[in-house]
């Protein structure tokens, strides 16, 4: 017998409260903060869909292997366990412990980017980005043309543009230090990469001499919905489908804040010693000595669990299948979402939601905004705020698409968490027209979303 009830694969035993605010709380909260969700207390949000980085809930056992976390500075045994962990799943020798996703960035490109370099990705992350533009280099992203159709479905819209990776390889040379392959594809809506494209973009960097790297957040949910989606993968495990991803690269980075279940933690690996040992030196002057790079051993047991318990059937089941209620429910409220919808999240096309709003006024934060306004939900916004640039004569570059990502923290809601999302989306369908767009008061060069201020944009 087939259920349709998902089943959360965990029961609860330790619970925190949720906030409850008034809509005058919120909307003075909202006024103080600049219109800029980062600002909110996160005791005054009801649901909070910020980011599924490092907001997972942590299983009996993450926590019962953490009271053996061992603390030495130097060859704490819990390095070795973080080292097994990583060196299993992924196949690389080399394992470097770092605090986050993007420290591990800012050493790799301190080490292969700098002034005249091109990296090449299916698409940067922001803190990607960021830190290759830091380092002089410029990031350009090769995302295929379906990735930019919001309602047109197709399965692997992470993919990397192929042609265009050997056409930017043949014309750029030895400008290119590496390609990245962001899975899944954050950017572009949680969208997974098949297991053919990054056959393909292997052969084509190992035709051009350029090692592939894999920026592997999201390895675990990218290799179910190869599991589900791709021809001849229905029969393997998560953990096979994740070693044949890995087996195409030459290094790797995880923000182990996502698909390793914890709330703090990340590696850099590679398989190119000599490339190791320079990362090394950098580690220790930023972040740590090498066997803990940054973290507590508490922190790395905590990893080397969560990296084993992501790859359970039953749970990627849950989750994947979690997310696809969400969009469902979307769908039936009149909500326009990127289709279909990914792994860790549900985006929601903000220019299609709100086509009166013009990308200039940030429509995606504004709808952001009116979700915690309405309902005390908080989400991001991935458009303009985010992605717009100024041109050198100060015109306004918006960013590829305007969208709101619905991330969904892992082990931590419900279904009627998820349920009111929907019926307070459904009211929100009901007053678009009335939304206004917001203009843009104050912002940083680089990373300017998070600090970002904004106002209510005239009528
Ligand atoms: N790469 C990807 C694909 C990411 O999604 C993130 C973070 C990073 C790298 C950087 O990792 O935060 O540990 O330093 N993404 C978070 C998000 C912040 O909300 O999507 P970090």
């Known amino acids: 017998m087939a259920w349709k009830t998902i089943i959360e694969p965990f029961r609860i035993k330790s619970v925190e409260p949720l906030g409850f605010t008034t809509p005058a709380e919120r909307e003075r909260l909202l006024r103080e903060g600049g219109y800029n969700l980062f600002n909110i207390p996160a005791n005054k949000v009801l649901i909070d869909l910020l980011t599924d980085s490092g907001t997972s809930a942590m299983s009996a056992e993450q926590w019962a292997a953490m009271m053996r976390g061992d603390e030495s500075y130097a060859g704490a045994t819990s390095f070795y366990r973080f080292e097994k962990a990583v060196r299993e799943l992924t196949g690389l020798r080399e394992v470097i412990p770092v605090h986050q996703g ?53 399965p ?33 809506g949680g969208q997974p990469v098949s297991m053919a494209n990054l056959r393909e973009t292997s052969r084509i960097c190992r035709e051009y001499k350029v090692p592939l790297f894999l920026d592997c957040a999201r390895f675990a949910e990218n290799a179910w919905l190869i599991k589900r989606r791709e021809a001849g993968f229905a029969a393997l495990s998560p953990k096979e489908i994740s070693k044949e991803m890995f087996s195409y690269c030459q290094g790797a980075w995880m923000s182990s804040k996502k698909d390793a279940l914890v709330n703090m933690g990340g ?68 909500v326009p979402i990127v289709e279909p919808p990914g792994g860790h999240g549900v985006y929601v096309d903000a220019r299609a939601f709100l086509p009166h709003i013009p990308p200039e006024k940030y429509p995606a934060q504004a709808l952001a905004c009116h979700l915690y306004l309405l309902g005390g939900i908080r989400t991001v916004e991935i458009g303009s705020l985010m992605f717009g640039k100024k041109g050198p004569d100060g015109t306004f570059k918006p960013a590829r698409a305007e969208l709101v990502r619905l991330a969904v923290p892992r082990r931590v809601y419900t279904q009627s968490h998820i349920d009111y999302v929907i019926e307070v989306f459904g009211e929100l369908a009901r007053r678009g027209p009335d939304i206004r767009g917001l203009t843009l008061i104050e912002a940083s060069e680089h990373l300017s979303h998070f600090t970002a201020k904004l106002a209510p944009a005239a009528a």
Not at 108 to 113: D, V
Not at 268 to 277: E, G, H, Q, T
Not at 291 to 296: A, N, R
Not at 316 to 328: D, G, K, T
């Open 102 to 154: 993007r420290a591990a960035e800012r050493i790799l490109f301190q080490l292969l980017g700098g002034p005249g370099k091109v990296v090449l990705a299916n698409s940067h992350f922001d803190t990607t980005r960021a830190n290759v533009e830091v380092s002089g280099a410029e990031a350009r992203d090769l995302t295929i043309p379906e990735a930019s159709k919001a309602a047109v479905s197709y």
């Open 156 to 188: 692997f819209k992470g993919n990397m543009d192929t042609l265009a990776l050997e056409g930017c390889l043949k014309e750029l040379g030895s400008r290119v230090p590496l390609v990245i392959m962001t899975v899944t594809n954050n950017s572009v």
């Open 267 to 334: 590696f850099l690996a590679f398989s190119d010693a000599v490339l190791a040992k320079k990362a090394r030196e950098v580690l220790i002057i930023g972040e740590g000595f090498t066997t803990y790079g940054g973290l507590s051993g508490r922190d790395l047991e905590a990893v080397a669990v969560g990296l084993t318990e992501v790859l359970d059937e039953e749970y990627l089941a849950y989750r994947i299948r979690s997310i696809e209620y969400l969009a469902e429910g979307l769908r039936k409220a009149g």
